[in-house]
């Protein structure tokens, strides 16, 4: 290297030296920790300027409680909520296991800590920043400034004044007087405010008189009241607040509150069933209700409701909801004798009414009284809905072009099978359904199984279609996916629906297919806010060919077969009749081109606990099909509802008819469709009008169709047996029987 290089390299290496150097004397140790210490006294500095800035407010507005008020859609009042259910009680009326109960649930160090939760804290903040949802993390000194002193709104600012109101508080109340407050304030559901109404709501006592049990439950419930509220609860929210209640009296022993060996011995004290409020008798309870399930399920905070201060304008139409609770009254009420007659004292009935232009739920029936059975029968779905499902199949069916297993296009010509019990095809289940009085058909067109509810066709049908598909389709209509397994019986409606479902199902199709989810609130405003709601309108879900088509089918049925107490020549109508397995229940889901409404009745146990029961010999007469009493107060209340008459016509774009016959030639074995037998005098009031069981089609012989056989062990072949119901089935004419899975027990 010569003697200039070397220089230059020796200049460059300086001055990397002196660079490094000079970024390491900037970033020394020292420094940051200096800078560290400046910015956390600037912090401390700014807390401490907010600190003395932020006063403890007076209680909050709505500590004062308001009223809601509940409109008719043409602006009538229905009804304002009463006082605010809430009685402050004092420390000394709350035992001590019961408010030691509260501090195991929410904040076990409440008794040592300043009153916040720095960490807590940070993570709400980082949950508000993020859109993660509700905040958590805070003392209950914390949740008691929110309660009493702030609002319910998820801000950064909202949160900030917590931390700093919760340490004053913290400073100039004892932790006793903390406490109370927390306990009173606090909303328990079931519009109780305070443990004194949460006592008396959940289990009909005193706060003074609550055991460690029942402390732990109302103590377990401030982290969802809805969700934890035993009597709505889903499987899901019973298991969750179970293992809630089981961490509050584990907490109770971690801190030597409770003794283990009591613990052991401890069994969930299941609430009572809810009780409406005063003021809230006959439909105004489950309207109002309905009307809050609603909101809460559109995002308003349900303690937010309870607090008062709403106007909430619903779809009720005042005029349609005297009639529907008129027809029932005059078509089932009046015929009852609830006092003298076992079977008529279980009957429930419930129907929701459903515009399918615009989704609005104009008229709605819960039961006798929401003071009475505060179960709503219009939105339960702890029932099956039965062959009103089998339209469902035959959407299906249309929507994906199903063929039948020899390849015959599925449509309203299609012939099939309706021999009583005969196997499905095509089905690694197998099913064999057992027609209504077990009645053989032989070959009918769909149009004549609808119209009779055949079982045995719609089984097949479920099968060509897949029950995968046809599930697809219901959910798409609007179902939800409870109890609805992919299985052949669900043809038979084996799943769990509500009034309100099943109207918006058939208002879809009454729409033309363009989806109708049916909504009961118009508008919801408070003072400083007004609650977003949805389109009831969707979109399209299947083709308006497939929609109008089932439409016309279901025409049929009312003219000409199960549905018929609901025909008149005052309107236009379609409908479907359904009677569940062991006639628990009996639904008649129709619809007019401007009305679609649901009724059904419940059998359900007047003992503890309740459970389904039968509904035969309501009234005394006989089996309540869903041809019956739910058809007349179906059409009793569209008459009235439609002001005695109605001209419109449904405009149908059906799908062209095409008959298809089976393509098997001819036998002598073909089974004889049999005659209807007489129903004897005692039945024939309820029994839905039994259509002709002559064929509609033309004299066409099926050979008896076993399933291909199946081999089981080398060279032994045996047809798979046939599978039917461990009890009777009892539908309206052709079947409809609801079965649940468990009724086969041979199902896999």
Not at 111 to 126: E, I, P, Q, S
Not at 469 to 483: I, P, S
Request: proline share 7%.
């Amino acid at each position: 290297m010569g003697r200039a290089e070397a220089r230059h390299a020796g200049q460059r290496e300086a001055r990397r030296t002196v660079k490094k150097g000079g970024i390491r004397r900037f970033f020394t140790l020292k420094k940051l920790l200096g800078a560290f210490f400046t910015l956390c006294l600037l912090a401390m500095g700014g807390l401490f300027v907010i600190y003395l800035m932020v006063p403890v407010p007076t209680a909050n507005a709505q500590a004062q409680m308001q009223s809601n008020v509940y409109k008719y859609s043409d602006g009538t009042i229905l009804t304002r909520t009463g006082k605010i259910n809430r009685e402050i009680v004092g420390l000394d009326k709350i035992p001590k296991d019961v408010q030691r109960a509260f501090v195991a649930a929410e904040n076990k160090s409440f008794y040592t800590d300043n009153g916040v939760d720095l960490k807590g804290t940070a993570r709400g903040v980082l949950n508000t920043l993020s859109g993660r949802g509700k905040q958590g993390g805070s003392t209950i000194t914390q949740q008691y400034v929110k309660n009493y002193y702030l609002t319910q709104d998820q801000t950064i600012t909202r949160k900030l004044k917590e931390l700093v109101i919760s340490l004053k508080v913290d400073r100039q109340m004892s932790k006793s007087a903390i406490l109370a407050g927390y306990i009173n304030t606090s909303y328990y559901g079931r519009s109780a405010y305070g443990i004194q109404a949460a006592a008396q709501a959940y289990y009909g006592i005193d706060a003074v008189k609550l055991n460690v049990r029942q402390g732990a439950y109302l103590a377990a419930l401030l982290q969802a009241p809805s969700q934890y509220d035993w009597a709505a609860a889903t499987p899901t929210g019973k298991k969750l607040v179970t293992e809630r209640w089981n961490y509050v009296l584990d907490n109770m022993v971690g801190q030597k509150w409770l003794d283990a060996s009591a613990r052991e011995g401890m069994t969930f004290p299941t609430p009572r069933e809810p009780r409406a409020a005063p003021g809230m008798e006959g439909q105004t309870g489950y309207l109002v209700e309905a009307a809050n399930d609603e909101l809460a399920a559109e995002g308003v905070d349900r303690a937010d409701i309870a607090k008062g201060g709403w106007t909430i304008t619903l779809n009720i139409d005042k005029k349609k909801q005297k009639s529907l609770v008129e027809a029932v009254d005059k078509q089932l009420e009046e015929k009852l004798d609830r006092k003298g007659n076992k079977t008529d004292s279980t009957v429930q009935a419930g129907a929701t009414s459903v515009d399918p232009k615009t989704g609005h739920v104009v008229a709605l029936y819960g039961g006798v009284s929401a003071t009475q059975h505060w179960i709503s029968n219009a939105t339960r779905s702890d029932y099956q809905p039965a062959s009103t499902f089998k339209p469902l199949v035959f959407a299906s069916a249309l929507e994906n072009g199903s063929e039948t297993q020899d390849g015959r296009p599925i449509g309203v010509d299609t012939q099939y099978d309706g021999t009583s019990k005969r196997p499905v095809e095509g089905s690694d289940t197998p099913f064999a359904p057992e027609n209504e009085d077990d009645q053989d058909y032989g070959p009918v067109t769909v149009q004549k199984a609808m119209n009779a509810s055949i079982n045995s066709v719609f089984a097949q049908m479920v099968v060509d279609v897949t029950p995968a598909e046809v599930k697809r389709t219901a959910l798409t209509l609007g179902m939800r996916d409870k109890n609805f397994p992919e299985r052949p019986a669900i043809t038979l409606g084996t799943m769990n629906a509500s009034t309100w479902e099943m109207a918006g199902v058939y208002a879809t199709l009454d729409n033309h297919g363009k989806k109708i989810t049916p909504t009961i609130v118009r508008s919801a405003e408070h003072k400083d806010r007004t609650a977003e709601l949805p389109d009831p309108i969707g979109k399209q879900v299947i083709s308006r060919e497939t929609a109008d088509t089932v439409t016309q089918v279901l025409r049929g049925v009312v003219e000409e077969g199960s549905g018929s107490a609901a025909n008149t020549p005052d309107y236009q109508a379609a409908g479907k009749t359904g009677t569940s397995e062991n006639n628990r229940s009996a639904w008649f889901a129709g619809y007019t081109p401007e009305l679609t409404t649901v009724v059904a009745l419940f059998g359900e146990s007047t003992k503890d606990g309740g459970g389904q029961v039968s509904l035969t010999g309501t009234a005394n007469a006989g089996r309540a099909n869903g041809g019956g009493f739910p058809a007349r107060i179906w059409a009793d209340y569209t008459l009235g509802a439609l002001n005695g008459f109605s001209d419109a016509k449904f405009d149908l774009d059906v799908a062209p008819s095409v008959p298809t016959e089976p393509t098997q030639a001819p036998t002598s074995e073909a089974p004889t469709p049999s005659l209807s037998p007489e129903p004897s005098p005692s039945e024939s009031p309820s029994q839905e009008p039994t259509p002709s069981r002559t064929p509609e089609a033309p004299p066409v012989t099926l050979p008896a169709t076993p399933s291909p056989p199946v081999t089981q062990d080398p060279g032994v072949e045996t047809t798979p047996p046939t599978i039917e119901p461990t009890t009777t089935p009892t539908d309206d004419p052709g079947g409809g029987a609801g079965t649940n899975p468990g009724d086969f027990p041979n199902l896999p």
